[in-house]
């Protein structure tokens, strides 16, 4: 099929990469737009495209388009990228594919579910003369790699309204160049190792931002990898350096004169390889028929008459863009680099600028609570990890619940309340705060913290407010009556209790039902298939013992489980705030690897992640449940939200219980 190209911009790139695809046998451009009619005119008059567009929009919803190139500033990838997608066009988007590591997430996330092919452009990827260093590398000729350095530099004289010095565009160094010699690195050590790509474990950088641009105008970085190889990196905007590739092994070096815009016109590139012992310098040519930017564009022309919804290495794959768009990340916070767009008082819009809303059909199941009249999300995110972009696809499967306290690191509760303000969604959220921690756990503390989470939050009230734990030397009247007279003020709609025992809770709500006042609605002890081993944090509950699920399904009290995948333990992964000691001390026993076992085999007899299984054994309980999951990628929620594709049958959850 050829395919008939829409392109996005009428910037140089986007000339340039308008000229490839007339040499292209298997594509052809059709339309183009701009934000000004005349541009888009005279954009077309030069390459002869019919269709000539003043507005983005119009673009990507021609039904006469296949497929998107994106090629306008870096600051408006992410929303085009995803409108496209929704529209249904395939995309090749400019590096990089957005600013950081979590747009590109939201925007592979909406290829995928709308299922259109999505490559970014790293157009020296495509080119035979990096499948030849890959192929040199391989052989060894060089022994073993141990030092990668990475240039590309070049001096511009544009002021700071132009989009490679505009802070609003997203401008810089880093972004527009560095990413080029970050994916190289890692390619290079990926292979050099046997692998395709590597990640590096250490990552310092340092660069100038301009007083004026507020951008990296200049930078370097050194990137260390687990093999040991090391990439010296270095880029800029307003100093010329020899933008190339040097390679540094046991048995010699390679030169790649010309490593990112190889052959741009389809001539000859050359690949220099010096072995020491042998004193001399061998010249190793790369022919090509086709001009770079063509082959690029036929290489997506391939893949997508394949069938694929991505490319394949050495093309940039979606997990090696989402892989260099971390290191990009790093290397920015390392030298004090943050857009204003990317402030979290500054993300009033989803990254796509369109309001937040529900999807009319999510895979989500609600709950209730007695006295409490809104519906709940079965899960529930937790904010410790507080990202916006993971908040948003979460709000939009349907989850409407929100775990935070006053003690969490990151400050949690203030940015969940900037999300919730700026997406304008108060109503719409149910919030499950807690206060009171210890040593700070009694009504005066209860009361101070939960006014300064009011005001963290910036909302008039809480739905859900929780004591984080309990102090047996104050009796439950003196919480049950603090509690109450919050409630009455409006302030908190209903109260429940994070790590109190059976017996507290009971004499609890003894005491309010004689006093004709509320007890507690609800519970947040811990809950999973596995059972805590040893407790790492003092004064906590866990409720998967067989007495308190006995309690909970007499009682029917809600339970808001946390830690309800177990830290990650049943796929072995840990939190960062764990180390290998404390994970060991509190998951590690026989039952629990036993019981690892079994939801592996359970999961490749339905066909599901272990964790699919894991919390649906949760979900499956005979009493109100609600999970608290803690998820750090979009992937990670869409993997909790297959848990409502299965149901576990009794027996099936007797057999997890090792019953």
């Given at each position: 099929?050829?395919?008939?190209?829409?392109?996005l911009?009428?910037?140089?790139?986007?000339?340039?990469?308008?000229?490839g695809?007339?040499h292209?046998?298997n594509?052809?451009?059709?339309?183009?737009?701009?934000?000004?009619?005349?541009?888009?005119?005279?954009?077309?008059?030069?390459?002869?495209?019919?269709?000539?567009?003043?507005?983005?929009?119009?673009?990507?919803?021609?039904?006469?388009?296949?497929i998107?190139?994106?090629?306008?500033?870096?600051?408006?990838?992410?929303?085009?990228?995803?409108?496209?997608?929704?529209?249904?066009?395939?995309?090749?988007?400019?590096?990089?594919?957005?600013?950081n590591?979590?747009?590109?997430?939201?925007?592979?996330?909406?290829?995928?579910?709308?299922?259109?092919?999505?490559?970014?452009?790293?157009?020296?990827?495509?080119?035979p003369?990096t499948?030849?260093?890959?192929?040199?590398?391989?052989?060894?000729?060089i022994?073993?790699?141990?030092?990668?350095?990475?240039?590309?530099?070049?001096?511009?004289?544009?002021?700071?309204?132009?989009r490679?010095?505009?802070?609003?565009?997203?401008?810089?160094?880093?972004?527009?160049?560095?990413?080029?010699?970050?994916?190289?690195?890692?390619?290079?050590?990926?292979?050099?190792?046997?692998?395709?790509?590597?990640?590096?474990?250490?990552?310092?950088?340092?660069?100038?931002?301009?007083?004026?641009?507020?951008?990296?105008?200049?930078?370097?970085?050194?990137?260390?990898?687990p093999?040991?190889i090391?990439?010296?990196?270095?880029?800029?905007?307003?100093?010329?350096?020899?933008?190339?590739?040097?390679?540094?092994?046991?048995?010699?070096?390679?030169?790649?004169p010309?490593?990112?815009?190889?052959?741009?016109?389809?001539?000859?590139?050359?690949?220099?390889?010096?072995?020491?012992?042998?004193?001399?310098?061998?010249?190793?040519?790369?022919?090509?028929?086709?001009?770079?930017?063509?082959?690029?564009?036929?290489t997506?022309?391939?893949y997508?008459?394949?069938?694929?919804?991505?490319?394949?290495?050495?093309?940039?794959t979606?997990?090696?863009?989402?892989?260099?768009?971390?290191?990009?990340?790093?290397?920015?916070?390392?030298?004090g680099?943050?857009?204003?767009?990317?402030?979290?008082?500054?993300?009033?819009?989803?990254?796509?600028?369109?309001?937040?809303?529900?999807?009319?059909?999510?895979?989500m199941?609600?709950?209730?609570?007695?006295?409490?009249?809104?519906?709940?999300?079965?899960?529930?995110?937790?904010?410790?990890?507080?990202?916006?972009?993971?908040?948003?696809?979460?709000?939009?499967?349907?989850?409407?619940?929100?775990?935070?306290?006053?003690n969490?690191?990151?400050?949690?509760?203030?940015?969940?309340?900037?999300?919730?303000k700026?997406?304008?969604?108060?109503?719409?959220?149910?919030i499950?705060d807690?206060?009171?921690?210890?040593?700070?756990?009694?009504?005066?503390?209860?009361?101070?913290?939960?006014?300064?989470s009011?005001?963290?939050m910036?909302?008039?009230?809480?739905?859900?407010?929780?004591?984080?734990?309990?102090?047996p030397?104050?009796p439950?009247?003196?919480?049950?009556?603090?509690?109450?007279?919050?409630?009455?003020?409006?302030?908190?709609?209903t109260?429940?209790?994070?790590?109190?025992?059976?017996?507290r809770?009971?004499?609890?709500?003894?005491?309010?039902?004689?006093?004709?006042?509320?007890?507690?609605?609800?519970?947040?002890?811990?809950?999973?298939?596995?059972?805590?081993?040893?407790?790492?944090?003092?004064?906590?509950?866990?409720?998967?013992?067989?007495?308190?699920?006995?309690?909970l399904?007499?009682?029917?009290i809600?339970?808001?489980?946390?830690?309800?995948?177990a830290?990650?333990?049943?796929?072995?992964?840990?939190?960062?705030?764990?180390?290998?000691?404390?994970?060991?001390?509190?998951?590690?026993?026989?039952?629990?690897f036993?019981?690892?076992?079994?939801?592996?085999?359970?999961?490749?007899?339905?066909?599901?992640?272990?964790?699919?299984?894991?919390?649906?054994?949760?979900?499956?309980?005979?009493?109100?449940?609600?999970?608290?999951?803690?998820?750090?990628?979009?992937?990670?929620?869409?993997?909790?939200?297959?848990?409502?594709?299965?149901?576990?049958?009794?027996?099936?959850?007797?057999?997890?219980?090792?019953?």
């Open positions: 099929m050829k395919l008939k190209w829409g392109i911009g009428t910037g140089g790139i986007c000339k340039t990469f308008a000229e695809i007339n292209s046998e594509g052809e451009v059709i339309a183009v737009a701009s934000r000004e009619k005349e541009k888009a005119e005279k954009f077309g008059d030069e390459f002869n495209i019919p269709l000539r567009f003043a507005d983005y929009e119009k673009l990507i919803n021609n039904n006469k388009v296949d998107v190139y994106i090629g306008i500033p870096h600051s408006l990838h992410a929303e085009w990228a995803i409108k496209s997608a929704r529209a249904k066009k395939h995309i090749l988007c400019e590096k990089p594919l957005t600013l590591q979590y747009e590109a997430m939201r925007v592979i996330e909406e290829a995928k579910g709308n299922n259109v092919f999505l490559m970014e452009a790293f157009m020296y990827r495509c080119h003369q499948e030849k260093l890959i192929e040199i590398l391989k052989e060894k000729i022994g073993d790699v141990f030092i990668i350095d990475a240039a590309f530099s070049f001096r511009t004289n544009v002021d700071i309204t132009h490679l010095l505009n802070h609003y565009l997203a401008g810089g160094g880093i972004l527009d160049v560095g990413c080029y010699c970050v994916s190289m690195s890692r390619l290079i050590a990926g292979v050099a190792g046997g692998k395709q790509i590597e990640e590096p474990i250490e990552i310092k950088g340092t660069g100038v931002i301009g007083k004026e641009s507020r951008v990296d105008e200049e930078a370097c970085a050194l990137l260390k990898f093999s040991g090391m990439a010296k990196l270095s880029i800029g905007l307003k100093v010329r350096q020899d933008s190339v590739l040097k390679i540094y092994g046991t048995e010699g070096w390679i030169l790649v010309e490593p990112w815009i190889p052959a741009r016109n389809g001539e000859k590139t050359k690949i220099l390889i010096n072995k020491y012992d042998k004193n001399m310098t061998e010249e190793i040519t790369v022919e090509t028929k086709k001009p770079l930017y063509t082959i690029e564009a036929d997506v022309a391939k997508i008459n394949m069938g694929k919804k991505e490319a394949i290495f050495p093309a940039m979606l997990e090696d863009t989402l892989r260099n768009m971390k290191v990009l990340d790093t290397w920015k916070k390392e030298i680099l943050v857009y204003d767009m990317e402030k979290e008082e500054n993300q009033i819009y989803t990254i796509y600028k369109i309001p937040l809303k529900i999807k009319k059909e999510t895979k199941k609600y709950g209730n609570i007695k006295g409490f009249d809104k519906p709940i999300s079965k899960l529930v995110m937790g904010t410790m990890i507080p990202l916006h972009v993971v908040f948003d696809h979460f709000f939009e499967n349907g989850g409407n619940c929100f775990d935070t306290a006053y969490y690191d990151m400050d949690s509760e203030k940015k969940l309340g900037l999300w919730i700026n997406r304008g969604i108060r109503k719409d959220v149910v499950l807690k206060g009171a921690h210890t040593p700070f756990c009694n009504p005066e503390d209860l009361t101070k913290q939960l006014y300064e009011l005001n963290k910036q909302t008039d009230y809480i739905d859900i407010y929780m004591l984080h734990r309990d102090n030397e104050i439950v009247g003196e919480f049950i009556d603090v509690l109450n007279k919050h409630k009455n003020k409006g302030i908190i709609k109260f429940g209790v994070s790590n109190w025992t059976i017996k809770i009971e004499e609890a709500n003894a005491y309010a039902k004689s006093k004709n006042l509320s007890g507690f609605s609800c519970i947040s002890n811990n809950f999973s298939l596995a059972k805590i081993v040893q407790s790492i944090w003092p004064g906590i509950v866990s409720s998967s013992d067989k007495d308190s699920k006995i309690w399904k007499k009682t029917q809600p339970l808001f489980a946390w830690s309800s995948q830290r990650g333990f049943f796929v072995r992964g840990k939190p960062d705030y764990l180390s290998d000691e404390t994970f060991v001390k509190m998951w590690y026993s026989p039952d629990n036993e019981k690892q076992k079994r939801a592996k085999e359970l999961a490749e007899k339905k066909n599901v992640s272990i964790t699919t299984i894991v919390l649906s054994y949760v979900l499956s309980q005979a009493f109100p449940i609600f999970a608290l999951i803690g998820p750090s990628a979009i992937d990670e929620t869409k993997e909790s939200l297959k848990a409502f594709e299965i149901q576990l049958t009794e027996e099936e959850v007797k057999y997890l219980d090792l019953e």
